[in-house]
């Protein structure tokens, strides 16, 4: 379903690609060794005392520093009120003897903004299907601005997959086909279990995480441009309702006809092996998606439609603790990936409209630098970026890290 975004990125990037080198003619070559320098790049948002942004900065007042060393700003970019007010163009990278280079990547357009909804409705309330819909509207009409090119995926039977555009209609159209598809408490508890825990659990999550995945790896090709993805979910939690599922389990259950000791079945450490590991799982995969975010320079603004949540429906047999305990780690998954992307989680909240126009000031003023690293640990893929502002009255914010690609498998 995500074909069509995926594809009109790869255009959106293909447009700006210089032609071919005419071919050399064959003459002795010496060895050399492959390595990639690649611009490191990052927003920033600056902002005084007042919370106001600073819109007279220049990359002199910048200092960047990756694991602890020094970096040489190479480009330094403002974007203020969605417009790009002027552009210091990175020059090539330094050349370095016994290296091959790649082509150097052309200088794109970064007038405008680019915004991806993300429509995780394998994991939204179909009950609270009215209530997503009113947040979309409130994001087209707070949010998504005339100029802005924004594209539109959902992750279930919605069927949305709307390709990059500037058509705001396109927009009310995907709005009438949202609907919400996530399971309640009554189908995890009854659900199939496979070795890892609840198989229909993981089965969504792996379709959610996998589609954002693929929309975040092809974001690396549009450069200049801050890209910010709204997603909306009600988050992620791979070992729900525990004791319910397992007091749920015929093996419990035939043990409460023949007379053992259910209890003991319930605790039996061998029964809850699937499951001891599934935190750790839904850690190891939320930073999957957050790095590759980070290398494409992504923004996630992760909301959950749920708002203030209370209890669960009156139908729902669920313990209140295990219930409240659901939707913490759901919640908990969203500021996860929010919170490692330099984004923000709108979770347990009413107020959306507050939110939104957070999110529109951050798109619409900041700064976009970048730097050609000179980490002294090349084969270091994870590295820590802190950037500061020479000026003691001005706060900096930019993402804290990046990480690099692993090398293409010969």
Known sequence: MAAG???????????TQPPAAPKSPDV?????????????????????????????LTKSDIEVFEDG???????????HGGRVMNLLAP???????G???????PTQDAAGRIFLLFVDDLHLDFRNTGRIRDLFKRISKTLIHDGDMFGIVSTGPSSIAIDMTYD????????????????KPSDIIGGAEGAEGPSEVRYRAHVAFSTAADIVQNLERVQNRRKAVVYVSNGYDFNPFVNARLENDPLNQASQITGSDSQQDINDPTRRQGNQFADADLARELSELTR??????????????????????????????????????????LRVIAEQTGGLAIVNQNDFDKALKRIDAETSDYYMLGYYSSNPDPLKRTRK??????????????????????????
């Open 5 to 15: 975004v995926l594809g009109a990125l790869m255009t959106l990037s293909a447009q």
């Open 28 to 56: 002795p070559t010496k060895p050399t060794f492959a390595v990639q320098i690649n611009l490191v790049t990052t927003d920033i948002i600056a902002r005084d005392a007042n919370g106001q942004f600073v819109p007279d």
């Open 69 to 79: 060393v020094a970096q040489e700003v190479a480009s330094f970019t403002l974007v």
């Open 91 to 97: 020059p090539p990278p330094p050349p370095q003897e």
């Open 99 to 105: 290296i091959i280079l790649p082509a150097a990547r």
């Open 168 to 183: 705001r209609k396109r927009l009310d159209e995907a709005i009438n086909k949202i609907a919400g598809n996530g399971l």
């Open 292 to 333: 590759a975010a980070n290398r494409a320079n992504a923004s996630f603004y992760t909301i959950d439609p749920r708002g203030l949540v209370g209890g669960p429906d009156l139908d729902e047999n669920v313990d209140p603790v295990e219930w409240n305990d659901h939707v913490r780690k759901t919640q908990d998954s």
């Open 385 to 410: 970026v802190e950037v500061k502002s020479k000026k003691g009255n001005v706060n900096v914010w930019a993402r804290s890290s990046y990480t690099m690609k692993q090398p293409p498998k010969k």
